[in-house]
């Protein structure tokens, strides 16, 4: 089965930086897109980023804008989130996603996507 594994995360003092991964293994599959959703302590999960394949469009949180930045590889389905400048309320766990076309309504919506990672904590120091 399609696996999607992240790693990078971790405990982080207020402005500095942390690099997300999120690499697919199993068998081969077509997405058109990958996204990044996050989830803290009592709080639902929400969007933070997504990219589409196609024309490379990226997408973000109004939250994050300006400061992460989402790049991937579309032929090995990997996706990384570059994220700067970070903040307390930026301590969730980050879990990676893949879209098909199969339940595609919308990138920053969790129900567009296919597969999921385990997710991987990032912790905000102030």
């Known amino acids: 089965q399609v696996q999607l594994v992240e790693s990078g995360g971790g405990l982080v003092q207020a402005g500095g930086s942390l690099r997300l991964s999120c690499a697919a293994s199993?068998?081969?599959?077509?997405?058109?897109?990958m996204g990044w959703f996050r989830q803290a302590p009592g709080k639902e999960r929400e969007f933070v980023s997504a990219i589409s394949w196609s024309g490379r469009s990226t997408y973000y949180a109004d939250s994050v804008k300006g400061r992460f930045t989402i790049s991937g590889d579309n032929a090995k389905n990997t996706v990384y989130l570059q994220m700067n400048r970070l903040k307390p309320e930026d301590t969730a766990v980050y879990y990676c996603?893949?879209?098909?076309?199969?339940?595609?309504?919308?990138?920053?919506?969790?129900?567009?996507?296919?597969?999921w990672g385990q997710g991987t904590q990032v912790t905000v120091s102030s």
């Open positions: 996603a893949a879209t098909t076309l199969r339940y595609y309504v919308g990138y920053t919506l969790s129900r567009s996507y296919d597969y």
């Open positions: 199993g068998p081969t599959f077509s997405s058109i897109g």
